[in-house]
């Protein structure tokens, strides 16, 4: 079974030029990675080329909004320029060949989000999806084509091999959100940025959450407010039989699974 994710995380060096990825793909760089998977979240943990790394990737319950933080330390002894790339294939729909090209992008400078909407949606023409960082943006991209080149793939980006993106948005394009920040750590600094990804059922909205979520305290409100959800959900039913296994997967994990794949994500691979 292969399911490919449209979504990823690329770390460069600005002083190497070496890139990588804070989680195991798409460009792996041999050291071990660290997963762990809860209720609602999932955590990476790398520590590679002198910067301990850490993903965290949770959706708040109660907004059309998935989170990405990105926390890196600096282990050296010297500072370091580390640019952060997030990268998302637009989709806004069933299958991203059959709606790329009626998606329409957008970049508003104020709130430093690239918007991107599909009008011939007959069901969702209106709504418009949104990705933000939580601080300003170094570049950016909404051409796929453009961000892993000619027969490119997201193993090796061609837009990681020179510096910048060409800020490409529009219609026309085969479309992507390809967003670049700086990181300047001193030796032993570290700093968390956020990635905000979601959809507004229009542009006022969309831009409303942007500005929510580009507020660290709110993204810890959420992360904290999943954390309740998801303990009192999967606590209001509790067996007990002879079998300890037997009660860890009754308790929590089969009822989390039947939830979150079968019911609400519709996938149960």
């Known amino acids: 079974v292969c399911d490919p994710t449209g979504k990823a995380i690329y770390l460069r060096d600005e002083e190497t030029a070496e890139v990588w990825s804070p989680t195991p793909q798409p460009v792996n760089d041999g050291e071990p990675y660290l997963i762990r998977h809860g209720a609602g979240y999932s955590i ?21 909004v998935k989170l990405v933080q990105v926390r890196l330390e600096n282990t050296s002894r010297r ?38 909407r599909n009008p011939y949606s007959a069901d969702f023409g209106e709504c418009v999806a949104f990705a933000a960082a939580s601080k300003r943006l170094h570049g950016l991209t909404a051409d796929r084509a453009e961000f892993l080149g000619r027969m490119g793939n997201a193993h090796a980006p061609a837009a990681l091999g020179r510096i910048g993106l060409n800020g490409a948005i529009g219609a026309g394009l085969d479309p992507c959100a390809a967003l670049q920040l700086h990181l300047d750590l001193e030796p032993g600094g570290s700093e968390t940025v956020c990635f905000i990804l979601g959809q507004g059922n229009n542009r006022a909205e969309a831009l409303r959450w942007v500005e929510h979520f580009q507020d660290a305290d709110h993204v810890e409100a959420a992360w904290q407010a999943s954390r309740r959800f998801w303990d009192e959900l999967l606590g209001a039913v509790q067996v007990r039989t002879p079998d300890p296994a037997m009660d860890l997967l009754l308790n929590r994990w089969l009822l989390y699974q039947a939830l979150a794949c079968r019911i609400w994500g519709r996938s149960a691979f």
């Open 44 to 64: 990476f943990e790398h520590h590679s080329h002198r910067l301990k790394q850490r993903v965290r990737m949770f959706v708040a319950p109660d907004a059309p």
């Open 79 to 116: 500072p370091r320029r580390i640019t952060i790339t997030f990268y998302a294939e637009w989709v806004l729909g069933t299958r991203r060949e059959e709606t790329l090209p009626y998606i329409v992008t957008e970049f508003d400078h104020t709130r430093q989000a690239l918007l991107a």
